[in-house]
C-alpha cells in the first residue's frame, strides 16, 4: 500500500542550465512509464523555477532542499516555505544531517521546519540518523528517536503520513560506505515501532520511510526490498542521469 519513493538530493550541484539539462533527461527517460514509483529531485534554490517548470505535468516531483522556520521577515539569505509554495516545489527536504552538522539545525529547529512546511503547503521530507560515533556508542536507536520526537511527535496523527522520513545514517552519506541492508531494514523497523506506539495504527502503515547514503543503481534492490524500506534518498547517484534512473528501476521492480 505504500508507493515506492525516490528523490534525488541534487544538494549544491547543478545551476539552472544544468538543472534544466538533468530534468529534461529524466523527464525524457521517464515519459510514459508506468507510474508505479513516485519520483522526485530536490536542486538548489537558484534552479527550483527551472526545473519546477521543466516537469510540468511529468509527474515528477520537485521538493526544496531547505527553508526557514517563518513566513518572512528580516533573515538575509533565508527562504521561507511560503516562496518555495510560490515556485511551484511540492516537497521540501527538512533536517539533512548536513544542515544540522554544518548550519546549526537543532532538532527544535527542524520541529518549526517541519510545522512551516505544514503552513505552507509542502511536504515535509524529515531527515533523522545517528553519526557513526553515536553508531559506535550503540545509541543509534536513541539519537534518532529523539529526532523524530522532537521532529513530528507532537503533529497531529492524520499529518503523519504527509511526511516522508528518510533515514540517512551520517556515517554512510557521501562515503560509498552504505548500511548494509539488514542494518538499515533494523533502524527502518525501530522507527516504524515508533509510529506504532506513538500514533494510532494507520500512522505506521502508511507513512513512507526512505533510506539515505551512498545509495547508487548496484545496491538499490536489496535495499529497496526490505520490507520496511519504501524508498530512496540519493546524493550523489542522483547527479547522473543513468545511475539515478538505475535507482528508479530497482525501486520499479522491487
Ligand atoms: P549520498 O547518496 O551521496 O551518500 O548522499 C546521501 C544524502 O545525503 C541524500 O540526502
Avoid at 539539462?21 to 514509483?37: E, I, M, N, Q, Y
Avoid at 515556485?87 to 539545525?105: I, K, N, P, T
Avoid at 533523522?128 to 522532537?150: D, I, S
Amino acid at each position: 500500500m505504500r508507493r515506492k519513493f525516490i528523490v534525488g538530493n541534487w544538494k549544491m550541484h547543478k545551476g539552472p542550465a544544468d538543472a534544466d539539462a538533468l530534468a529534461d533527461t529524466l523527464k525524457r527517460a521517464l515519459a510514459g512509464r508506468d507510474a508505479k514509483v513516485d519520483v522526485g529531485v530536490a536542486p538548489p534554490f537558484v534552479s527550483l523555477s527551472a526545473v519546477v517548470s521543466r516537469l510540468k505535468h511529468t509527474g515528477i516531483l520537485v521538493a526544496a532542499q531547505n527553508l526557514h522556520s517563518e513566513a518572512q521577515g528580516a533573515f538575509t539569505g533565508e527562504i521561507s516555505g511560503e516562496m518555495l509554495r510560490q515556485v511551484g516545489v511540492a516537497y521540501c527536504l527538512v533536517g539533512h544531517s548536513e544542515r544540522r552538522q554544518f548550519f546549526g539545525d537543532t532538532d527544535a529547529f527542524v520541529e518549526k521546519k517541519v510545522a512551516a512546511c505544514f503552513r505552507s503547503g509542502l511536504l515535509p521530507i524529515l531527515c533523522v540518523g545517528e553519526t557513526l560515533a553515536e553508531r559506535e556508542a550503540g545509541k543509534e536507536r536513541e539519537v534518532v528517536t529523539r529526532q523524530l520526537t522532537a521532529a513530528i511527535g507532537k503533529l497531529q496523527a492524520d499529518q503523519v503520513p504527509s511526511v516522508t522520513i528518510a533515514y540517512e545514517p551520517v556515517w554512510a552519506i557521501g562515503t560509498g560506505k552504505t548500511a548494509s541492508p539488514l542494518q538499515a531494514q533494523e533502524m527502518h523497523a525501530t522507527i516504524r515501532g515508533w509510529l506504532e506506539s506513538s500514533f494510532p495504527a494507520f500512522v505506521a502503515r502508511s507513512t513512507r520511510l526512505q533510506y539515505g547514503g551512498s545509495v547508487k543503481g548496484s545496491n538499490a534492490a536489496e535495499l529497496l526490498k526490505m520490507p520496511d524500506i519504501d524508498g530512496a534518498l540519493v546524493g550523489g547517484a542522483a547527479l547522473n542521469a543513468e545511475e539515478f534512473l538505475a535507482i528508479v528501476e530497482a525501486a520499479n521492480a522491487a
